[in-house]
């Protein structure tokens, strides 16, 4: 035997070796894993919610206040378009409200119709789901 084909078969001796201790480390018996679980103590949220709140009370009602302040200029800013549309509705419905109820109905009736044909032409612009 030459030298070369001696190196070759030590080396596949090695190497069959070592990967037989690396299947058994791996796979046969694998190395324990410690899991460790933290308990945390109970703790009461609704005590902490009040703490809390007690000490922040001036933040929050600052906040709240802004809040509410927030909502009022909305509410002020929307009063024009409820108002035009109050008057919108009186122009449309006002006439049909003091007909009587069958001739109520017809005209209800017209001017569903009419609100309809108007919205078919905007149809196309409306994308569909």
Same mark, same amino acid.
């Given at each position: 035997?030459?030298?070369? &084909?001696?190196?070759?078969?030590?080396?596949?001796?090695?190497?069959?070796?070592?990967?037989?201790?690396?299947?058994?480390?791996?796979?046969? *018996?694998p190395p324990e894993k410690k899991? &460790?679980?933290?308990?945390?103590? &109970?703790?009461?949220v609704m005590e902490q919610r009040?703490?809390?709140?007690?000490? *922040?009370?001036? !933040?929050?009602?600052?906040?709240?206040?802004?809040?509410?302040?927030?909502?009022?200029?909305?509410?002020?800013?929307?009063?024009? $378009?409820?108002? #035009?549309?109050? *008057? $919108? $509705?009186?122009?449309?419905?006002?006439?049909?409200?003091?007909?009587?109820?069958?001739? #109520?109905?017809?005209?209800?009736?017209?001017?569903?119709?009419? !609100?309809?044909?108007?919205?078919?032409?905007? !149809? !196309?612009?409306?994308?569909?789901?």
């Amino acid at each position: 035997m030459k030298t070369g &084909e001696i190196f070759l078969i030590v080396f596949i001796l090695a190497l069959f070796i070592s990967v037989y201790f690396f299947i058994q480390k791996k796979f046969i *018996n694998p190395p324990e894993k410690k899991i &460790e679980t933290v308990i945390q103590p &109970e703790i009461d949220v609704m005590e902490q919610r009040m703490e809390y709140y007690e000490k *922040n009370a001036d !933040k929050i009602t600052a906040i709240e206040e802004k809040k509410i302040k927030k909502m009022q200029k909305e509410i002020d800013a929307a009063k024009p $378009y409820i108002k #035009q549309a109050e *008057n $919108y $509705y009186q122009k449309e419905y006002g006439s049909i409200s003091k007909l009587p109820p069958k001739q #109520q109905e017809k005209e209800l009736k017209k001017l569903v119709e009419k !609100k309809r044909k108007e919205t078919e032409k905007y !149809k !196309k612009y409306i994308p569909s789901h």
